[in-house]
T-cell receptor, first 114, second 119 residues
Framework: EAQVTQNPRYLITVTGKKLTVTCSQN?????MSWYRQDPGLGLRQIYY???????DKGDVPEGYKVSRKEKRNFPLILESPSPNQTSLYFC?????????????FGPGTRLTVT | AQKITQTQPGMFVQEKEAVTLDCTYDTSDPSYGLFWYKQPSSGEMIFLIYQGSYDQQNATEGRYSLNFQKARKSANLVISASQLGDSAMYFC????????????????FGQGTILTVHP
């Protein structure tokens, strides 16, 4: 089954404790992206990757890091989480060329930083 | 300036009736795509429908259709014969640019419209 998986689905952590949210897709998509969703703001892009070893900032990259060492994986790293990073996070992937470029979303990770 | 505007924070519709969710967009890029996603209370993002900027006809997918008015920069979602399961948040989103452009691939989302279907 074609899918994007994220782990963990729920996470409660404390300020300053480094964490990683994993994202993996099995569709051989070149493009992967992280979004955060906050009430009244819709979804905003954090980082994206056009292919292995190619990453770039989205609209709200501060406080986040990413890496793309393998095509299927795109982890999101919070080196020193703060309460303003409490949010719902989505990983998404798509093809770069051909079709509607529909982005397939993971199930979301609900993060709470206390 | 907002790139995607959804002016209806909430909408109500009677079961089996049609409803239109509004979306206007702003771009100077001639090549772009418009998407609608549904987010039920469980939180996942479900792709509904896509319209390319060069598509001549309005997109349709089952009970969903996209009323694309390019000159007015609007891409309204029409849901026909509403069902109770249609109650959810609906997001309009736009993808700009050509492959290799700096913003290529990014989906810009509107703030969403909460649709409630009454029995």
């Amino acid at each position: 089954e074609a899918q994007v998986t994220q782990n963990p689905r729920y996470l409660i952590t404390v300020t300053g404790k480094k964490l990683t949210v994993t994202c993996s897709q099995n569709m051989n998509h070149e493009y992967m992206s992280w979004y955060r969703q906050d009430p009244g703001l819709g979804l905003r892009q954090i980082y994206y990757s056009m292919n292995v070893e190619v990453t770039d900032k989205g609209d709200v990259p501060e406080g986040y890091k990413v890496s793309r060492k393998e095509k299927r994986n795109f982890p999101l790293i919070l080196e020193s989480p703060s309460p303003n990073q409490t949010s719902l996070y989505f990983c998404a992937s798509s093809l770069i060329a051909g079709g509607s470029y529909e982005q397939y979303f993971g199930p979301g990770t609900r993060l709470t930083v206390t | 300036a907002q790139k995607i505007t959804q002016t209806q924070p909430g909408m109500f519709v009677q079961e089996k009736e049609a409803v239109t969710l509004d979306c206007t967009y702003d771009t100077s890029d001639p090549s772009y795509g418009l998407f609608w996603y549904k987010q039920p209370s469980s939180g996942e993002m479900i792709f509904l429908i896509y319209q390319g900027s060069y598509d001549q006809q309005n997109a349709t997918e089952g009970r969903y259709s996209l009323n694309f008015q390019k000159a007015r920069k609007s891409a309204n979602l029409v849901i026909s014969a509403s069902q109770l399961g249609d109650s959810a948040m609906y997001f309009c989103a736009m993808r700009e640019g050509y492959a290799g452009g700096t913003s290529y691939g990014k989906l810009t989302f509107g703030q969403g419209t909460i649709l409630t279907v009454h029995p």
